[in-house]
């Protein structure tokens, strides 16, 4: 029986490790964007951003509130991008980090309306200094 309990206790962890290592809550990346992102790297200073998949309004104000927005969908910004939106436009979670001067992270998180590759809306809710 002791035999057993070494390789049980394990197996529970692996299976523990595997689950967290992805937040569901947090948007995948878009690795293989058209989007033209190196203007909006210029405004915030950094050398590159990236942006995730495609992403619906729900998930926007889900992970806003996730995010500790209690009420992202009250937001002039929100409301911005609800009028602006068109049919083929996309909501996307852009990141724009760097390495600060004493070494932490420095830039923007925020989600952003896109057409035609360019940002035409966007709704702040993470700032990091």
């Not at 529970?12 to 992102?37: E, G, M, Q, W, Y």
């Not at 590159?48 to 992970?63: F, G, H, K, M």
């Not at 009028?83 to 932490?104: E, F, H, M, N, W």
Request: aromatic content about 4%.
């Amino acid at each position: 029986m002791k035999n057993l309990v070494a390789p049980l206790i394990a197996l529970l962890l692996a299976i523990i490790c595997t689950s967290c290592s992805h937040d569901p809550a947090v948007p995948k990346l878009d690795r293989s964007t058209n989007l033209d992102l190196a203007p909006i790297a210029q405004r915030f200073g950094v050398p590159r951003c990236s942006v995730s998949v495609p992403l619906t309004q729900e998930q926007v104000i889900l992970a806003a509130k996730r995010q500790g927005d209690p009420h992202p969908e009250e937001r002039q910004e929100w409301m911005a991008i609800l009028q602006a939106v068109k049919p083929s436009d996309q909501l996307r979670q852009v990141i724009c980090l760097t390495r600060g001067p004493q070494g932490y992270a420095a830039g923007d998180v925020f989600y952003g309306l896109f057409r035609d590759g360019k940002m035409v809306a966007e709704m702040h809710n993470i700032i990091i200094n």
